[in-house]
C-alpha cells in the first residue's frame, strides 16, 4: 500500500506514529530527569492524538473513549504523580548522561530495523491502513526495553517501562483497530497502581541505598561495611 | 530551443552568483531588526564585495603557489554546484552535470582547498580551522547523503530535477519520510555553512572561529572570492531545501510568464527561510565546539529515520 492511495486523514496517522518513534529516541538520549517526564507527556498526547484520528479515519466510534483515556492518564496524570515523586524526591536537577550517546543510537536504529523485519508476514497479511504502524510500536516497545536496560536511575527507568506501554497501546490501536473496554480499562487501572508501587519502592531504594542509581544494588552491603571499618 | 535553454541557464547561474550577497545581507538585516538596531543596508554585501574587489592583494612569504589558487578553486567548484541546481527553472541542461552525489562531491571538493589554503601559510590559527572544518564535514557528510538518499528512494533517481518533478506529480502528501529529511537537512545546512549553534560568521574570537580562522591570511580580491563563495553555498543551501521540500512555483516549462513566476515563488521562499534563520540565530546560543558532535548525530539519527519511515511506513509490504 503506497502513501498516495491513503486519504489525508489516514497520512496524518503515519506522520504521528513516526513522531512516536522519534520522540522515544529523545527520552532514550534524555539526560535531564524533568525533561523526560515531559517528553514522556508529549508522547502520550501523541499516541492520544494517533488514536483519535484512527477513530475520525476508520468511523470507530469506540476509539473516542479510548483517545481520552489514553490523553488523561499518560499525558496528564502519570506525567504529574512522576512530577511529583521527583520533586519530593529532590531530583529536579538531577542529569544522568548516557555513556555511549551515539551507539546507544545506532543500537535504537538496529532495533527498529529488526521489528520491521520481525513484522513483514504480519503486515502482508493485514489490510487496515494502520498495519504498517505496527514495526513502528514493536521499535517503540523495544526502545523503551533498552531505555531500562542503559539506564541506571530509577525514575528513567519507570520512563522506559511506561513508554513501553505506550508502544504497546500503540500496537493495539495500529493492528486491532482497539481493545475492547473492558480490557482497557484493566490496563489503564494496571498501569496507575504500578506507577503507585513504584513511588513506594523509589522511598524504599532510597532509604536502604541512600540513592536512586539502581547499580548500587549490585554490591553486597557487607563490603561496604567492611570498607566503612577499615577506614 | 537548445540554445534558449542554455541562455536561460546560463542566466540562473549569474543570478545565483547576484542573489547570494543579497540573501546575507537580509539575514544580517533581520537580525539587527530583531535586536532593535536599524542594521546596514541590504545592499551593503555587494558594497564590501566591491571594496575588496578593487583592494590591493597581499600574500604571506610562506606561503605556495596554492594558496593563490585556492580562492578560484573554491569559488568555481561551489559556483557550478550551485548552477546544476533548480533555482528559477526545472529542467535545464545545466541539471544534467550533477546529480545529489557529485552535487556534494563539489561542495567536499570546494572544502578540501578550503582547508588546505588554510595550512599552507603555516600559522596556528589557519590550522586550528582547518581541522575543526574537517571535523565538522566528515560528521555532516554522511548525515546529509542519508538525508537525500531518503528523496532519492522515494523518487527512484539521484537527479535533483527527477526528485523534484516526483514531488510534483504526487502533489500534496504528508511524508514522514520527508518530515525528518527536512530537519536533518536543515541541522546539516546550519553546520555546513558555519552558522550560529556551530560557528559564529560574525566573529574573529580565536578560540571559537572555523571558518573564519580559515581566512585570516587572505586579502583583497582573494577574500572577496572566499566571502563570495560561501555566501553562495548557504544560497545553495536554501535553494535545495525551498525546492526539494517546498518545490511548488517552480517553472516546468520556458514561457515567461512561468519563468517570472519561478522567480517570484523562488525570492518568496529564500526570504522566508532567511528570516528562520535569523530568527533562530538570535534564539540560540553559538554551542561548545565538543556539542558539535551531539549536534550532527541528532541530524544522522533524523535522517536515518527518514530513511526507515520511509521503508516501514510509506511503501508498505
Known amino acids: 500500500m503506497t502513501l498516495t492511495v491513503l486519504t489525508l486523514l489516514q497520512q496524518f496517522v503515519l506522520l504521528l506514529a513516526a513522531l512516536v518513534l522519534f520522540l522515544s529516541f529523545v527520552l532514550l538520549a534524555q539526560p535531564r530527569l524533568i525533561a523526560a517526564i515531559h517528553l514522556f507527556a508529549w508522547q502520550g498526547a501523541l499516541i492520544a492524538a494517533v488514536t483519535l484520528t484512527v477513530a475520525l479515519a476508520g468511523h470507530a466510534h469506540h476509539l473516542y473513549f479510548s483517545a481520552l483515556l489514553t490523553l488523561v492518564l499518560k499525558a496528564l496524570l502519570i506525567p504529574w504523580m512522576l512530577h511529583r515523586l521527583v520533586r519530593r524526591l529532590g531530583l529536579e536537577r538531577h542529569t544522568e548522561a548516557l555513556r555511549w550517546p551515539a551507539l546507544a543510537m545506532m543500537a535504537g536504529v538496529a532495533l527498529v530495523i529488526f521489528s520491521y523485519w520481525l513484522v513483514v508476514p504480519m503486515v502482508e497479511q493485514g489490510l487496515a491502513f494502520t498495519r504498517n504502524i505496527v514495526a513502528v510500536s514493536l521499535a517503540v516497545v523495544l526502545i523503551g526495553l533498552l531505555m531500562m536496560v542503559l539506564r541506571q536511575q530509577a525514575v528513567a527507568q519507570v520512563l522506559g517501562f511506561m513508554s513501553m506501554e505506550n508502544g504497546l497501546f500503540l500496537a493495539a490501536v495500529s493492528a486491532t483497530a482497539g481493545m475492547p473496554l473492558v480490557v482497557e480499562l484493566g490496563v489503564a487501572f494496571d498501569v496507575l497502581v504500578a506507577m503507585v508501587l513504584f513511588g513506594v519502592f523509589f522511598f524504599q531504594i532510597r532509604e536502604s541505598i541512600d540513592s536512586l542509581d539502581v547499580d548500587r544494588l549490585n554490591r553486597l552491603t557487607e563490603t561496604v561495611d567492611n570498607e566503612d571499618l577499615i577506614q | ?317
Request: aromatic letters at 8%; a neutral charge.
Open chain 2, 1 to 317: 530551443m537548445i540554445i534558449v535553454t542554455w541562455l536561460i541557464a546560463f542566466i540562473q547561474a549569474l543570478l545565483i552568483a547576484a542573489l547570494a550577497p543579497l540573501l546575507i545581507g537580509w539575514v544580517r538585516k533581520v537580525k539587527a531588526w530583531l535586536q532593535n538596531r536599524r542594521g546596514p543596508s541590504l545592499l551593503q554585501p555587494y558594497a564590501d564585495l566591491r571594496k575588496l574587489l578593487v583592494k590591493e592583494i597581499r600574500v604571506p612569504h610562506t606561503a605556495s603557489p596554492l594558496f593563490r589558487a585556492s580562492p578560484y578553486i573554491v569559488f568555481v567548484a561551489i559556483w557550478l554546484a550551485a548552477a546544476t541546481i533548480p533555482l528559477v527553472a526545472l529542467d535545464l541542461p545545466t541539471s544534467r552535470i550533477a546529480d545529489i552525489i557529485v552535487l556534494v562531491g563539489l561542495l567536499a571538493l570546494a572544502r578540501f582547498f578550503l582547508a588546505l589554503a588554510g595550512m599552507d601559510a603555516g600559522t596556528a590559527f589557519g590550522g586550528m580551522g582547518a581541522s575543526r572544518e574537517m571535523l565538522i564535514s566528515a560528521l555532516a557528510e554522511p548525515a546529509m547523503l542519508v538525508a537525500v538518499f531518503t528523496l532519492a528512494m522515494t523518487a527512484h533517481s539521484t537527479s535533483l530535477v527527477s526528485v523534484i518533478d516526483h514531488h510534483l506529480t504526487d502533489g500534496f502528501l504528508l511524508r514522514p519520510s520527508y518530515l525528518f529529511a527536512l530537519g536533518a537537512l536543515l541541522l546539516v545546512a546550519l553546520a555546513e555553512c558555519g552558522r550560529i549553534p556551530v560557528d559564529n560568521p560574525a566573529t574573529h574570537l580565536e578560540l571559537t572561529m572555523i571558518h573564519e580562522a580559515m581566512l585570516l591570511e587572505y586579502a583583497g580580491r582573494h577574500l572577496a572570492l572566499m566571502e563570495w563563495a560561501a555566501w553562495i553555498k548557504l544560497l545553495l543551501y536554501g535553494v535545495i531545501i525551498a525546492n526539494l521540500f517546498f518545490p511548488w512555483g517552480v517553472a516546468q516549462d520556458f514561457s515567461p510568464l512561468a519563468l517570472g513566476l519561478g522567480l517570484a515563488a523562488v525570492l518568496f521562499k529564500l526570504m522566508i527561510l532567511g528570516a528562520v534563520l535569523a530568527v533562530s540565530e538570535t534564539a540560540l546560543a553559538k554551542m561548545r565546539l565538543f556539542r558539535v558532535p551531539a549536534f550532527l548525530n541528532l541530524a544522522l539519527l533524523l535522517a536515518l529515520l527518514g530513511l526507515l519511515s520511509h521503508v516501514i511506513l510509506e511503501v508498505g509490504a
